[in-house]
């Protein structure tokens, strides 16, 4: 696939302690294979879905163990301008743009309400490979934080392409961010039902063919579910953490029920 717009999520990766039992669990979750452990990079390992490359596991840089979590980077044309945003606008840069071989330009960021990112600049990898309604694929992804406001005006600053509009429901605080009308990333405000100790982060969601049958799957194998299944007019998904503690969705988008939200531009 072609690099993607600035600001349009294009890869997620995430540290394993255990990266054998991430593949595994993944493996039979999502029906991802995976490729040779690139031991020049870390043991960087890609993982396919049909041949098509959509994420990938990594082992943890000594002094980085802790719990797992997805990482989703959002494709920028230059890093370091992303990374001068990001700290002109009170956010956080982790890991300053650093050059992956002839891969790309990486950088970790984190914004002021917590939340850490990644940002892109593509050089022979491009990022995800597979469209997002291909089981096994990156199909979306929510902003959860507890200080919606900062996250609110933080994301347009860095990302200047983003125009934004309102979930028209008082009982729930979601905005969605595009790209030219069309929806790249959701923000969802945290309530009272996330414990005190659950951080800020970005949820990212999986295309599966089945969303009960793949929930049954994951808590076979120890993964959690945290919420649903759920039917919604963008598709039948629940949300689980798995075995080691990362987040991460599952949603059936050929199974829709209800209608879509009113939206409000902001």
């Not at 597979?130 to 933080?154: H, N």
């Not at 988008?253 to 409000?264: A, D, I, R, W």
Request: glycine share 10%; charged share 20%; hydrophobic share 40%.
């Amino acid at each position: 696939m072609a690099v993607q717009p600035e600001g349009t999520p294009c890869w997620a990766d995430a540290m394993f302690s255990d990266v054998e039992g991430a593949k595994s669990f993944y493996g039979d979750v999502l029906g991802w294979t995976f490729g040779e452990a690139s031991s020049e990079f870390g043991n960087y390992t890609q993982a396919y879905a049909d041949g098509k490359a959509v994420a990938a596991v990594v082992p943890p840089m000594p002094g980085q163990e802790g719990q797992s979590q997805w990482c989703l980077y959002f494709a920028s044309p230059d890093a370091a301008a992303t990374a001068g945003r990001i700290r002109d606008n009170g956010g956080e840069v982790l890991m300053e743009p650093m050059q992956v071989g002839d891969f790309g330009t990486m950088c970790l960021g984190r914004d002021p309400s917590g939340v850490v990112f990644g940002v892109w600049q593509a050089g022979e990898h491009e990022g995800f490979e597979a469209p997002p309604e291909q089981p096994g694929a990156f199909c979306w992804a929510e902003v959860f934080t507890r200080e919606p406001e900062k996250s609110d005006t933080f994301f347009p600053a860095v990302f200047p392409r983003y125009t934004a509009q309102q979930m028209e429901d008082d009982g729930v605080d979601f905005r969605i961010f595009n790209i030219t009308d069309a929806p790249v990333l959701g923000r969802m405000k945290m309530t009272e039902e996330f414990p005190p100790e659950v951080p800020a982060y970005i949820n990212v969601y999986f295309s599966v063919p089945d969303c009960d049958e793949a929930v049954a799957k994951a808590t076979k194998l120890g993964g959690v579910l945290r919420f649903g299944p759920m039917d919604s007019p963008f598709g039948r998904f629940a949300a689980l953490s798995d075995p080691q503690g990362a987040n991460f969705s599952v949603i059936d988008v050929t199974s829709t029920q209800g209608e879509m939200p009113k939206l409000t531009d902001v």
